[in-house]
């Protein structure tokens, strides 16, 4: 499967240097500064799932463009999305076999990021009716609903943004690469 990701340039260099790469926790800005824990590891347990057990040296996934704006193709870099990268990055094309590939609708991963009820779920009912039964659900419930919504994730038949996850990088899945300054 292509893909396209988007990696500070120490990222990259450590790619090439150590041929693989996999996410450190301890190096990424938004997993600790907004709380992002709970969908991580959400979405790793679906992935654990859908693509098999993670490496034990592993705790997150590495992300990757499937889609962006529609089209399969590299992320055109002027696009707002990626203005305000403050640090040298790199833009890597990459090969990764589709069994080893999650994908998602991105548009609606972030209601799994903000921890929200994905009212998609109550196909049959209206916006407000979804909540408003969702929120007269006891908490243990109303948690094992929420969780169930962002299922909707996966449905990427409609998805103009579509991101790919999986567990690692490696230095032969690497087909060109652009610098982002």
Known sequence: MRLWTIQPENVYNLLISSEFFYCKPELSECLSSFNFENAYSWLVSKMENLIGPKPPYVKY???AWH????KH???DLRKTEFRYFTESSVCIEIEIPDKDCCLT???EW???LNNCFNTKYLHNLDFENAEECFEKLPPKEQKF???KSWDCIFDISQSNYIQATFWELRKENIIRTWSIK
């Open 145 to 147: 609903i929420k969780e």
């Open 61 to 63: 996934p590495v992300w």
């Open 105 to 107: 609708d991105e548009e």
């Open 110 to 112: 972030h209601i799994v």
């Open 73 to 75: 193709s590299k992320p």
């Open 67 to 70: 889609t962006f704006d529609g």
